[in-house]
């Protein structure tokens, strides 16, 4: 059984570019969750898919943005990025909403915002 | 608003000595409550959960955590320590009326001595 990937692992942009980040979930998991954790802190949730829709949201601003796909895939963009937005990037899935339901997070992505 | 506290962001202990990290709720009505553990350049991984199920929860690696609802807390121990125990440590809740996402802590970093 394949766990939850991410791409690319590392990733360097500039200030005002956009970035699109990559994630497949687990095997037979609906559910897709991303959060940021910036250095030094715990992951903040950033907002939630379940079978290709947004169903939570945190408390990040609209140029954060993101898709699921058919096959529960997802993708996390960020326009007009800021240097703030400097963080390792992780997506989790589970198999359904349930809050009782294990996610699994893949390794990350880290983004370097110059 | 909902958090979690962690109290004390670096622990040190010696090899075969006890270790505690200390977690702490805000909600009068118990969450779902997690510890999870990341290990340098990798994602998190999952060592325990409490579903109101038994109020000591036994996970991976030796750990285990005691919900105490009196004391809103969520304290993760384990008995003797291990080099190969060094990492961060998060504490998680997901609190009721959300869409199963996690809040963490702001994580406790695990060093141990020889």
């Known amino acids: 059984e394949t766990g939850v990937t991410q791409s690319p692992t590392h990733l360097i942009k500039t200030r005002g570019q956009q970035v699109t980040l990559r994630c497949s979930s687990q095997?037979?998991?609906?559910?897709v969750s991303w959060y940021q954790q910036a250095l030094g802190q715990g992951p903040q949730f950033i907002f939630q898919?379940?079978?290709?829709?947004?169903?939570g949201r945190g408390n990040f601003p609209p140029r954060f943005s993101g898709l699921q796909f058919p096959n529960y895939s997802s993708e996390l963009n960020v326009n007009a990025l800021e240097l703030d937005d400097s963080a390792l990037y992780l997506c989790?899935?589970?198999?359904?909403?349930?809050?009782?339901?294990?996610?699994?997070f893949g390794p990350g992505t880290r983004l370097t915002v110059l | 608003a909902q958090s979690v506290t962690q109290l004390g962001s670096h622990v040190s202990v010696s090899e075969g000595a006890l270790v505690l990290l200390r977690c702490n709720y805000s909600?009068?009505?118990?969450?779902?409550l997690f510890w999870y553990v990341q290990y340098p350049n990798q994602g998190l991984q999952l060592l325990l959960k409490?579903?109101?199920?038994?109020?000591l929860v036994k996970g991976i690696n030796g750990f285990e955590a005691e919900f105490k609802k009196s004391e809103t807390s969520f304290h993760l121990t384990k008995p003797s320590a291990h080099m190969s125990d060094a990492a961060e440590y998060f504490c998680?809740?997901?609190?009721?009326?959300?869409?199963?996402?996690?809040?963490f802590g702001k994580g406790t970093k695990l060093s141990v001595k020889p």
């Open positions: 095997s037979g998991h609906n559910t």
């Open positions: 989790a899935s589970r198999g359904g909403q349930g809050s009782y339901n294990e996610q699994f």
């Open positions: 409490y579903t109101s199920a038994a109020t």
């Open positions: 998680a809740v997901i609190y009721g009326g959300s869409q199963g996402n996690l809040i």
């Open positions: 909600s009068s009505v118990p969450p779902y």
């Open positions: 898919y379940y079978r290709e829709e947004e169903n």
